[in-house]
């Protein structure tokens, strides 16, 4: 049975940070292209960041440059995403994504709130 199960999110004041986890189950997860995406109230799910390999590329969207870094260890099966610098723009549903030619596998997501 494939699982994604997020955690970490929360509420957090603007210029925080938080630490995101997706732990996976169920699919080899190192042949697996993982992904965060997030989706704000009113709007569409959007691509935040992805990485292939440990250590290997990573890709960012313009948002989450220079303050969220995606990682992951293919031992215990673990994504992650380190967000700084949060802004209240950020709030939204951030769900872990994992895809291998055909196969597509969602989280269940984990909310983030950045008030004052």
């Known amino acids: 049975q494939v699982q994604l199960v997020e955690s970490g999110g929360g509420l957090v004041q603007p210029g925080g940070s938080l630490n995101l986890s997706c732990a996976a189950s169920?699919?080899?997860?190192?042949?697996?292209?993982m992904r965060w995406y997030r989706q704000a109230p009113g709007k569409e799910r959007e691509l935040v960041a992805d990485?292939?390999?440990?250590?290997?590329?990573?890709n960012y969207a313009g948002s989450a440059k220079g303050r969220f870094t995606i990682s992951r260890d293919n031992v215990k099966n673990m994504l992650y995403l380190q967000m700084n610098n949060l802004k209240p723009e950020d709030t939204a549903v951030y769900y872990c994504?994992?895809?291998?030619?055909?196969?597509?596998?969602w989280g269940q997501g984990t909310q983030v709130t950045v008030s004052s």
């Open positions: 994504n994992a895809i291998y030619g055909s196969l597509r596998y």
């Open positions: 169920g699919f080899t997860f190192s042949r697996f292209t």
């Open positions: 990485m292939l390999l440990p250590g290997g590329r990573r």
